[in-house]
């Protein structure tokens, strides 16, 4: 018999040179797998290191994209401008403009954006530019304000300032004439000091834009006089005058769009007049602009028009497709017609649904719009050449405002105006990715404004990038989609996240130590049955919009059950309209060593109408019920006052009457957090967003979700259009809270369908818990120190508001950029690096060992 040992022997080495390979790639997938799903659980420094130690494994670069993805972006993202408006593309994408105002005036920034890095080449004053087709040169307009301009404006900022809104609109529209006619048109070589105004005498006009085929200048005008009609003109080739491309006639003509490659133009026959005409000066008109409405194709070369009935038309990229709608009854009808055949127009799409935001890709082979099969908009995408429709989204929160990239990509945004993300599809697979992040886990990221460039190959975003919305600026970015980002760059990026996440938790700790114990017992007790049975209990009463009879029998149930714990409620009762009386429902948990210091725990009761606002605002006003419960036997330092509050959805008119009452009795209010429209989740994990406008209180507030619940926490400095505005402006940067993830990603907000059944309740008892923790830990520490002043080479501050305050902290940034602490016993603190500090920052300490939640700041 032949000896076996060979071939054992060659089969013992044929695993020695494959098996470490095959190893090698299944202990990359399994690092990466169990990374995403800590990840996905919230254990954000687990799945760092765990991207880690994908990203130094040998075939870690298999996983670059999706780390990249799940951490932030892919594609490489440069800043523009930290504030810019406006934003647009030259043809060939070689260069972009935004606008930016100063001191009331508003310039335009001309950029270089060939290049790694951006170089701005012009600015000057006007706005609405538009890029001659060799992106050297373009046309804007300049408005040069008159007194009459100016009056109009106070008039009109009066106006609003009173709610007036039949002054708001009719002094909007004498407001836009007069700047019409107040503004020219003028054009410009980018780089020069010089403009070239172009004559236009007592033409009003607006919108200019180039043909690229011809290179022709084309402008909306409407002539001063003669108001009850528009034109579309073209700049002659000298320059010297502005003339109709087009028989002139009754009806404003508007929106020119040159087809590419051709001598056609594409405009629209509407209702409504470009520029605002003044009440005076012409008869409104009563015609719907969305079912009626005329589309007209001009050859520019023999001035001839076709005019057919339609709405919303769209040119392909390439010149070679229309679509515009129809609408007869209750349906809605998609048409497609084919430039190069005149009579080629027929119905691709009908529907009875309703439609809106048409998109046609740059061959005209696409058609997508936006239609709601349920709850949400999604995303429908129509073959143009067999009529073939699809539901192309299937997202849980709004999927809206299609764009094609290119044939093969398509751009959508997700979510309510105030936190919309953008997405990249695959049209052939419907996969998708998110565009546009800030790179931090726990930062929301806010995008306004999107601008794809001609080739689809790069994008400008309006954004907040920082997650403030508190600023006024929101900043400009440039999204390549063409180059990704490094591995130093995404190395870089996980190394600071973990280094925040690994703070987090020790922050969390440090600051929880003297009472974690207490807390842990006071927040185990949130019960989630409790917590129903308020919210089923408020969602019976149907709508409680003030005027309801749902927002009487709330504030009795508040009431009652308040005192059923114990507590001494008021009823805050007053006439918002002057005829319907509603009322706040307020108790007070009395301090036990500063009692005069008081924080404020508020949500809101009252719904909209035809509403029964199961998460608008039954989950708040139950937390606030069991937080009430929890803590009632329980002994806090500072005060607690459960503020229920009314006729929010009215204009905040319950805050303002508990602010004013509050003011009139002298409440000191240390802090507010408010709660609004939490028990919504678009999956199986229970986040929401802290919407803050104090950092303290934000950082408390993350600490009490890591050590106290199961909440992932997410935030944003946010508060306007909630109860949080009339605090803030009552009580200065003391706020926090916590809404929903996304902010208002609830597409039931709002609607009929805010049901209980929508709600998560283990998503609520996890708020309750957070929110309880970190009322625990503000009524348990100093607040912030008041009155810091700074004279020469030194600080001083006000008497604290505690009374068991042993020292302070001063916190100097030198302007070298060392910090320094120093502790003092004083209240005032003198050093000779003051003067020239680049930051002075001043917190107690108490009998405790516990910092105040905020560093005071001298101005």
Known sequence: MRSVLPRL?????????????????????????????????GDYVEALEGFQAVLDHADGAAFFDEIALITGELYRTIALAEDGANPRFSPDGQRAAYEHTENGVTFTHVVDVSGNRPVEIDRFEGTDLAFAPDGQSGAYLKTTPTDTVRVLAEQLQEARQARDGAAVRRLGRALGWEVARATQLRQRTFGDSAST??????????????????GALLVTGMRADQPDHSSIYRLSDDGA?????????????????????????????????PIPVPDDRVERPTQSRERGGQVVLLDMGDGSETIFEGVAPLLSADGSTLAYRTAAGDTTRFHIRRLTSPDSSRTVHRTTATVRSPALSPSGRHLAFNQQPGISWQVYLTDTETGDTRQFSRSIQHELFPHFLSDDRLLAKMGEFRHRRSHVYDVATGAFHRLFHNN?????????????????DRLLIRAERDGNTISEEQGLYLVDLTTRISEDTLRDRIAAQ????????????????????????ATAEVNITRLYEHQKALYDFDSKYYTQPGNRKASTYIYETLASFGYEPELQWFMPNGRDSTANVVARLEGSTHPEVAYVFSAHFDSVLGSAGADDN??????LLEMARVLANRELPATIIFASLTAEEAGLLGAREFVRRAKAAGVQVAGVINNDMMGWTRHHRLDNTIRFSNYGIRDVQHAAA????????????YYRFTDAHVFFDA?????????????????????????????????????????????????????????????????????????????????VTHATGETEVFETDERSFTHAALPDANAIEVRAVNERGMHGWDWARAQ
């Not at 089969?11 to 390979?21: D, E, K, N, R, T």
């Not at 028989?247 to 040159?258: I, N, S």
């Not at 890591?706 to 400095?717: A, E, K």
Request: charged share 15%.
């Open 706 to 717: 890591h050590l106290f619940s199961d909440l992932i926490t997410y935030d944003s400095r």
């Open 618 to 623: 039954s989950t708040g006003t139950a937390i």
């Open 731 to 811: 009580y200065g940067d003391v706020l926090g809270g916590i809404g929903s993830y996304p902010i208002l990603g609830n597409p039931n907000y709002h609607q009929p369908t805010d049901q209980l059944e929508t709600i998560n309740h283990h998503l609520v008892r996890a708020v309750a818990q957070a929110t309880t923790g970190a009322f625990m830990k503000l009524a348990h520490t100093p607040s912030m120190v008041r009155g810091l002043a700074l004279a020469d080479d030194t600080v001083t501050w006000e008497e604290p508001l505690e009374t068991d305050i042993t020292h302070y902290e001063v916190q």
């Open 440 to 456: 931090t886990i726990r930062t929301v990221a806010m995008e306004y404004e999107w601008v794809p460039s001609r080739a689809g």
């Open 9 to 41: 022997l060659c089969f013992a080495l044929l695993l020695v040179l494959v098996l470490p390979a095959t190893v090698a790639a299944d202990d990359a997938a399994t690092l990466f797998d169990d990374a995403r799903l800590a990840w996905d659980a």
């Open 241 to 273: 005058a502005l003339t109709p491309v087009h028989p002139e006639g009754p009806g404003y003509r508007v929106a020119p769009v040159p087809a590419a490659n051709s001598d056609l133009l594409l405009y629209r026959l509407a209702s409504e007049a």
């Open 498 to 521: 973990l280094a925040a996440e690994q703070a987090l938790r020790a922050n969390a700790e440090a600051m929880f130590a003297p009472i974690r114990q207490r807390v842990a017992a």
């Open 197 to 214: 105004p172009v004559p236009h005498r007592d033409l009003l006009v607006t919108a200019p834009v180039y043909d690229t085929h011809t």
